[in-house]
């Protein structure tokens, strides 16, 4: 009987402890999502309460998303569009940069919006395939009605009106992670993240499928980014406050 009190006993500390540190591991010393933060070529940041959304101006009124976030009611993206006085149509454009479910919940709120990701992402974001983090991974797979409208390979650049955008594939947060250059600012997802003394660090261990092929994807990004180097002017994450400049990306160990 004491024996079955004290497995049980640590059975709940471990239960209690476990998110504890994923928590601290996790969420500590990042800086803070700026909220409204005005961007590169008129791009905005909207953060929904747990993750950044960016809102992109792409010429006469429109706009592309890069992901829409974690909010299914989409309260703090419709309130930007609100302020620009625009309707939801106005979104023609949402890029994915992975399929964890915080960052395309708000997607059904722009059926206007052709929805580009990665081909190698389209079975976890059409809610097929899970992922396979040491915490995502106890989660099943998950239909939240979104689905890929216009497939991306790597390296391809596709308009959305006058706004140019390049994707890169750095797989490792999941299968098809993608990075997006768009308009000066290089959006990279969960991908990576800002530290508070303005270097860049991988994605969180806990929630990425692979963490090897992550930082191996970011150092081949740095290389093949290097000649556009001029051209970036800010890197964006999903989770953390953004860091100026191509620098903390080539100077990623
Ligand atoms: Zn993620």
Redesign the pocket.
């Known amino acids: 009987m004491k024996r079955a009190f004290k497995i049980a006993g640590a059975v709940l500390a471990l239960l209690l402890v476990f998110p504890l540190v994923v928590i601290l591991t996790t969420f500590v010393g990042n800086p803070k999502i700026p909220d409204g933060l005005e961007l590169a070529s008129g791009a905005r940041v909207v953060n929904d309460g747990y993750v950044a959304t960016f809102m992109v101006p792409t010429g006469d009124g429109s706009l592309a998303l890069i992901d829409c976030g974690n909010d299914a009611s989409g309260k703090a993206l419709l309130a930007e569009l609100e302020r620009r006085k625009l309707p939801r149509d106005a979104v023609k454009a949402i890029f994915v940069t ?1 399929g ?1 479910p ?2 395309i919940k708000g997607c059904p709120l722009f059926p206007a919006a052709q929805i580009y990701a990665l081909e190698t992402e389209r079975g976890v974001i059409e809610g097929r395939e899970k992922t396979h983090g040491p915490v ?1 991974k106890l989660f099943p797979a998950r239909d939240l009605g979104v689905r890929v409208t216009r497939a991306l390979k790597d390296g391809e650049t596709v308009a959305v009106g006058p706004l140019q955008v390049t994707v890169f594939a750095v797989p490792g ?2 299968r098809g992670s993608a990075a997006y250059l768009a308009g000066g600012v290089l959006y990279l ?2 991908s990576a993240d800002a530290k508070k003394d303005g270097t860049l660090v991988g ?1 969180k261990y806990w ?2 499928d692979d963490k090897e092929q992550n930082q191996a994807s970011l150092h081949a990004l740095a290389t093949r980014l290097a000649s556009r180097a001029d051209e970036i002017k800010t890197l964006a994450f ?1 989770h953390t406050g953004v860091l100026p400049g191509f620098a903390p990306l080539r100077d990623f160990r």
């Open positions: 992975h964890h915080d960052h995502t947060h999941t997802g969960d994605s929630f990425s999903a």
